[in-house]
């Protein structure tokens, strides 16, 4: 089978597209044939090496895919089910989807939804059902469309795409914060009433600036989310779920005793089973399908690698599908 193989050894870190034996596949009860799989930021940093996200070697990056069931030792799944996996540190610390099998523990996936192909699942993929976890977070908080704008940080990448389609379909009205001013009428498109530059966020700020945000979706962490908390009307809500600028928060407790504000973190690799099926059917519920073809960018396998240095440059947006068989 094809599949991006990543190695470290004594000549240095390599990514490359590779011929692998299927009998090397990992444990798992659960053999999959996938059709598709996604390129993540966090497959990028694997890929290109810029961060230690790869834990074994050698390892298949991809912490999404899509595909069918054919062979299965688990009683949740029978041959020929269609399946999704997102997380469960698989591309990290198990083998992942950018490769044309996988051999997975079955508790790990997800049954298809009817509602969405293969290749539909990986335009929306981790960072779409991360959106959803994020806007079931908001929603369990109390934040509803009648409380005012929500702001969605890095809003041009995946999971600022889908979050923007989702609320805006629910009904919120949603501000985009983007340093792509180019992106204005593909986040329009999605949604978003109106944009910031995210620079406007990005620096230190002050401990408690005026009241704008009823809630918030960030993918971005450090400054950014200091600054959100610090701007969140009384009784808001930001669903933190990346660090894009930083895993620091350079933030003081105010917002939190003064407005009573709420950070929830949101995540999405070891997310309970249950919640994950939650999500992935709001999504075919609430989810505007024909955003799905505008968010998302189809490549083949082999182009995996050079693309994984374009989103590491910024230089993708939405959302970057693989077709392992092409």
């Keep these: 089978m094809k599949a991006i193989l990543i190695n470290k050894d004594d000549n240095g870190y390599s990514a490359a597209l590779?011929?692998?034996?299927?009998?090397d596949l990992p444990e798992g009860d659960v053999t999959v044939q996938v059709d598709y799989s996604t390129l993540n930021y966090k497959d990028s940093l694997a890929i290109t090496g810029s961060s230690p996200v790869v834990r074994n070697f050698p390892m298949v990056p991809g912490i999404d895919l899509s595909?069918?069931?054919t062979d299965s030792s688990n009683a949740g799944y029978s041959v020929g089910d269609k399946v999704?996996?997102?997380?469960?540190?698989?591309?990290e610390?198990?083998?992942?989807?950018?490769?044309?099998?996988?051999?997975?523990?079955?508790?790990?996936?997800?049954?298809?939804?009817?509602?969405?192909?293969?290749?539909?699942?990986?335009?929306?993929?981790?960072?779409?059902?991360?959106?959803?976890?994020?806007?079931?977070?908001?929603?369990?908080?109390?934040?509803?469309?009648?409380?005012?704008?929500?702001?969605?940080?890095g809003a041009a990448g995946g999971v600022g795409?889908?979050?923007?389609?989702?609320?805006?379909?629910?009904?919120?009205t949603v501000v985009a914060s983007t340093g792509r001013a180019s992106e204005a009428d593909y986040?329009?498109?999605?949604?978003?009433?109106?944009?910031?530059?995210?620079?406007?966020?990005?620096?230190?700020?002050?401990?408690?600036?005026?009241e704008r945000w009823a809630g918030a979706v960030d993918a971005v962490g450090s400054h950014t989310l200091a600054n959100i908390c610090a701007s969140l009307k009384?009784?808001?809500?930001?669903?933190?779920?990346?660090?894009?600028?930083?895993?620091?928060?350079?933030?003081?407790?105010m917002p939190f005793i003064l407005r009573g504000v709420t950070?929830?973190?949101?995540?999405?690799?070891?997310?309970?089973?249950?919640?994950r099926i939650e999500a992935w059917n709001r999504l075919a519920k609430d989810l505007d399908i024909s955003h799905i073809e505008t968010m998302m960018t189809e490549i083949n396998l082999g182009d995996a690698i050079a693309v994984a240095s374009d989103q590491m440059a910024g230089k993708t947006r939405g959302r970057v599908v693989v077709n392992v068989n092409a």
Aim: charged share 20%; with cysteine; net charge negative.
């Design 18 to 23: 590779s011929d692998v034996d299927e009998n």
């Design 67 to 69: 595909g069918t069931v």
């Design 84 to 91: 999704v996996l997102n997380g469960w540190g698989v591309g």
């Design 93 to 153: 610390v198990h083998w992942g989807g950018l490769a044309q099998k996988a051999r997975l523990n079955g508790d790990w996936l997800v049954p298809l939804p009817d509602t969405f192909t293969p290749k539909q699942a990986m335009g929306i993929g981790t960072a779409g059902y991360t959106a959803m976890l994020c806007v079931m977070a908001l929603e369990d908080h109390g934040v509803t469309p009648d409380k005012g704008e929500i702001l969605v940080t």
């Design 161 to 172: 795409s889908v979050a923007i389609s989702l609320l805006a379909k629910l009904g919120y």
């Design 187 to 210: 986040l329009k498109g999605l949604g978003a009433s109106d944009l910031i530059d995210r620079n406007d966020l990005s620096e230190a700020g002050r401990p408690m600036a005026k």
């Design 234 to 253: 009384y009784g808001g809500t930001v669903a933190a779920c990346g660090l894009a600028q930083g895993f620091d928060l350079p933030a003081t407790v």
């Design 263 to 275: 950070l929830a973190g949101v995540d999405s690799v070891n997310c309970p089973r249950p919640r």
